[in-house]
C-alpha cells in the first residue's frame, strides 16, 4: 500500500475518533444541562400579582423550592434583577435580596401570597405609565 495513502487513511480515522468523542461530549454535556433546567423549572412556582390592567410586564415573584431562592421582577424599565434567598416563618415569606432588600408576603394559602409593604423595601415603578404598582395587600396568585 502507498504509504502517502495509509497515512491519509490513518489521519482520517483519527480525526473521525476524535470528532465522534467531542460529539459525544457534547451530547452528554447538553444532555445534563437539559435535566438542570427541568429539574429547576419543576421547583419553580411562579406567582402573578391579581390585576385587571393589561400590561407588557404584570408583577410577579418567583420561588425556587428546591434551592430557596427567588426572583421579583415588577418593571420593565428597570435594570436591577431583584434576587436572593427566601424563607417562609409563621405564615410570612421572607424574601432577602442580594442587595440587602427585603421583601414580606402573608402566605394566605398554597396557592396565594400577599404583599406587605410595612417591613418591606419599597417597589417603586420607574416610570408609573409603564407598569402596574405594588401597593400593600396586593395578591399574587400561583400561575398553573
Known amino acids: 500500500m502507498n504509504p502517502v495513502l495509509f497515512a491519509i487513511m490513518i489521519l482520517s480515522f483519527s480525526t473521525a475518533g476524535i470528532l465522534a468523542g467531542c460529539s459525544n461530549s457534547n451530547l452528554i454535556q447538553t444532555e445534563k444541562q437539559t435535566n438542570e433546567v ?5 421547583s419553580t412556582r411562579i406567582y ?11 408583577p410577579n415573584i ?4 428546591k434551592d430557596k431562592t427567588f426572583i421579583l421582577e415588577y418593571d420593565l424599565f428597570s ?8 424563607e417562609i416563618k409563621d405564615g410570612i415569606l421572607s424574601a432577602k435580596s442580594d442587595n440587602g432588600n427585603n421583601y414580606l408576603f ?11 409593604q410595612d417591613g418591606s423595601a419599597e417597589i417603586k415603578l420607574i416610570d408609573d405609565k409603564s407598569g402596574i404598582p405594588v401597593s400593600d395587600g396586593a395578591e399574587f396568585e400561583f400561575k398553573k
Not at 427541568?38 to 419543576?42: K, P, R
Not at 418567583?62 to 423550592?65: A, D, F, S, T, Y
Not at 402573608?106 to 406587605?116: A, N, Q
Open 62 to 65: 418567583q420561588l425556587n423550592e
Open 38 to 42: 427541568e429539574s429547576l423549572t419543576e
Open 79 to 86: 435594570s436591577v434583577l431583584i434576587s436572593g434567598i427566601y
Open 48 to 58: 402573578v400579582m391579581k390585576t385587571d390592567k393589561d400590561a407588557v410586564m404584570i
Open 106 to 116: 402573608e402566605v394566605v394559602d398554597e396557592d396565594t401570597l400577599k404583599f406587605i
